[in-house]
């Protein structure tokens, strides 16, 4: 059975809704996100979930959801006494969304501080594609991103993909310098680079996705998915030049949050189970597309 290896951070997290006193909870992050749509594309895949969590109920809960979702958590050790992060979605009068954060304490920073994490890197042959992003890499210390990088490395001499989103966050980076370095190193280990072009523009100074695609392809990333909103995608491939994706117009757009974590699922889910690149990206628009007509990060089952 091929295996996905997601790493990065699950979120508790609150939404208001209805009269504005009500929270909702579920749990959502961007590589989970991303764990979720590419387990539903693909139900065949083993698809397993690695972070940490605490001992506490709502970690319980948690790991219950990723199991109804079909995602395996036993690759997630419990840290006694810690807790996962949490944020709060609020929408103001305008419909503009704000995001609070509580994560600077969550178990999920501390992985690699623990055994289980440290003897991840002797289960990478296990891992077929190994599936990380630029928030699971701000999050860690700087010990725990070049151990996590030693992972993406130990993947791919075993034979494995690592598939990496740069998705920059700069509340989580305490200099976009910082940022940068870390992406590159991060995407000259990737198979796959499926970067947004905002956050390529931001980190790069670029916006040409031809220019985005030259570099990525000069770093030793053999397949890039630059994905640019309702402009659609491009994909280069080898030493090709990029081929634009069209984006498939939604019912409506509602909440744009998780755009990208479902392109990227639903791509790869069908890069796994043998479709070419660019029918692949019209997976992804296709599901996106649908993830934006709805509110939240995550579509009902
Ligand atoms: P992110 O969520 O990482 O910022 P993007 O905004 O680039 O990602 O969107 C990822 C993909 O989602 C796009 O390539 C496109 O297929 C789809 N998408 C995003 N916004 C829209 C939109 N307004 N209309 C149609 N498709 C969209």
Redesign the pocket.
């Known amino acids: 059975m091929t295996r996905v290896a997601v790493l990065g951070e699950c979120m508790v997290e609150l939404r208001r809704s209805g009269d504005g006193a009500t929270l909702t909870q579920t749990f959502s992050g961007d590589t989970y996100n991303a764990a979720v749509y590419l387990k539903r594309s693909a139900p065949p895949l083993d698809v397993v979930y690695i972070s940490a969590l605490g001992d506490d109920s709502i970690s319980a809960a948690m790991r219950r959801a990723w199991a109804e979702e079909g995602i395996d958590g036993d690759w997630t050790p419990s840290i006694g006494g810690a807790l996962p992060g949490l944020y709060l979605i609020e929408t103001d009068a305008d419909g503009e969304r704000r995001f609070h954060y509580w994560r600077s304490a969550a178990a999920a920073r501390r992985l690699f501080e623990v055994p289980e994490g440290r003897r991840l890197i002797d289960r990478a042959p296990e891992i077929d594609l190994l599936y990380l992003s630029g928030i699971s890499l701000a999050i860690l210390p700087a010990e725990g991103r070049d151990r996590l990088l030693a992972l993406a490395a130990a993947v791919r001499s075993a034979g494995g993909r690592v598939a990496f989103?740069s998705?920059h966050r700069p509340a989580l980076w305490r200099d976009p310098r910082e940022d940068r370095t870390w992406v590159e190193r991060a995407s000259r280990l990737a198979t796959v680079a499926l970067p947004?072009?905002?956050?390529e523009a931001v980190l790069f100074g670029e916006r040409d996705p031809a220019a985005i695609d030259r570099r990525l392809a000069g770093w030793g990333v053999d397949e890039r998915v630059i994905?640019?909103?309702?402009?659609?995608?491009w994909v280069g491939l080898g030493g090709s030049a990029p081929v634009a994706?069209p984006?498939?117009?939604?019912a409506a757009?509602v909440d744009?949050?998780?755009?990208?974590?479902?392109?990227n699922g639903a791509y790869l889910a069908a890069r796994l189970t043998g479709s070419p690149p660019v029918d692949a990206?019209r997976a992804?628009?296709t599901l996106?597309?649908r993830?934006?007509a709805a509110p939240g990060a995550i579509l009902p089952r």
């Open positions: 989103d998705n947004s072009l905002d956050d994905k640019d909103g309702a402009n659609g995608a994706v984006a498939v117009a939604p757009v744009t949050t998780a755009a990208g974590d479902s392109f990206a992804g628009a996106a597309a993830v934006i």
